[in-house]
């Protein structure tokens, strides 16, 4: 008992001194309130004030930007008044240009037209001076022509003259053409007559054989007579043949008289059927130009002169008698002799 009250006495009170802290935190807290509410009464008279203040701000915003959207017009309007304007002294700088160069066109035009007066000036005058000498020039040529026309009336006359002379010429001509053609007729009847009896002479020569005959004007040989089938070198018959032509022609060169112009023609003749193609002979043409050769250089062999021979190839072109039997061919197949003039 005696230690429990020790021990209660000797413990501390803390009470009153929570009750004191609570009073001065109480106190605090109250001093806090008024505190607060005298700021509070003071801050919303100033922001009562500054909201004045700002509505004031506001407005004169407001009005700022009536005043800036109003500059932003009148700037838009200078700015499209500068544009216009910098137009304006482009176009009036392009056309003083414009004028620049026309004036000083129209300078050197001027002093063009002055250069050109000038040379028109001289030229005049040099056109004035040729203008003198072309005076003097018609002049000289007006001399000229009156002695040109004096010189052709003496040519007319002697055109005249010379026409005169000319007809008589031209008769003496005629008379001359006359006596040539005379001359001729009887040339050619001398040689028909030769030709005649060059015929007459080559039958008594070469006898009444049925493949050596005289057809019109022209002594024809079947080809049989001088040549191979297909060939064009004379056989042992034909050189024989041959012999005796060239007899008669060597006769012939001694009666017709040098101014007698004559040629022996020597023609050569196929028939229509073609060559086989073995043959070094390309078709009857080249083989009728072969055995007229051949005749004539054996003729030039046995001594006739070259001058008097022509040797030609007709191929089968133009044929004695018309068909394709045999007899027609054989009589086709020839060598034909003619005498004409040369």
């Known amino acids: 008992m005696a230690l429990g009250r020790r021990r209660f006495q000797g413990e501390m009170n803390y009470w009153p001194s929570f009750v004191d802290a609570l009073s001065t935190l109480v106190l605090t807290v109250v001093f806090m309130l008024s505190i607060f509410m005298i700021s509070q009464y003071f ?42 304007l910098q137009d304006n002294l482009g176009a009036a700088l392009t056309e003083r240009d414009k004028l620049q160069s026309q004036l000083t066109a129209q300078l050197g035009q001027g002093a063009e037209a002055g250069d050109k007066v000038s040379a028109l000036t001289s030229q005049l005058t040099a056109e004035k001076q040729v ?116 007899e008669a022609i060597l006769e012939l060169e001694g009666e017709i008289p040098p101014e007698i112009p004559w040629v022996l023609r020597v023609d050569g003749h196929t028939d229509a059927r073609p060559l086989s193609g073995t043959g070094r002979f390309r078709d009857n043409w080249e083989l009728s130009a072969a055995r007229a050769i051949s005749v004539v250089k054996f003729l030039i062999s046995k001594g006739v002169k070259p001058v008097h021979l022509v040797a030609a190839g007709f191929g089968e072109y133009q044929p004695l008698e018309a068909g394709d039997t045999d007899e027609a061919y054989a009589k086709n197949r020839r060598i034909e002799l003619k005498l004409t003039e040369r």
């Open 131 to 246: 203008s003198q000498q072309a005076l003097a020039q018609v002049e000289l040529l007006n001399q000229q022509i009156s002695a040109l026309r004096r010189q052709i009336a003496a040519l007319e006359d002697a055109l005249d003259a010379s026409e005169s002379r000319d007809r008589e010429s031209q008769a003496k001509i005629a008379d001359l053409g006359k006596r040539l053609n005379v001359a001729l007729a009887q040339k050619v009847q001398e040689l028909s007559r030769y030709r005649s009896d060059f015929f007459g002479r080559l039958r008594e020569i070469l006898g009444n054989r049925s493949d050596i005959r005289v057809v019109g004007d022209r002594f024809v040989f079947q080809s049989e007579v001088l040549f191979s089938s297909g060939s064009d070198e004379v056989n042992d018959a034909g050189e024989v043949e041959l012999d005796k032509l060239a």
């Open 43 to 84: 801050l919303s008279q100033e922001i009562s004030g500054k909201d004045t203040v700002l509505n004031r701000l506001n407005a004169q915003i407001a009005e700022l930007t009536q005043l800036l959207a109003l500059e932003r017009s009148n700037s838009r309007e200078l700015s499209a008044n500068l544009a216009s």
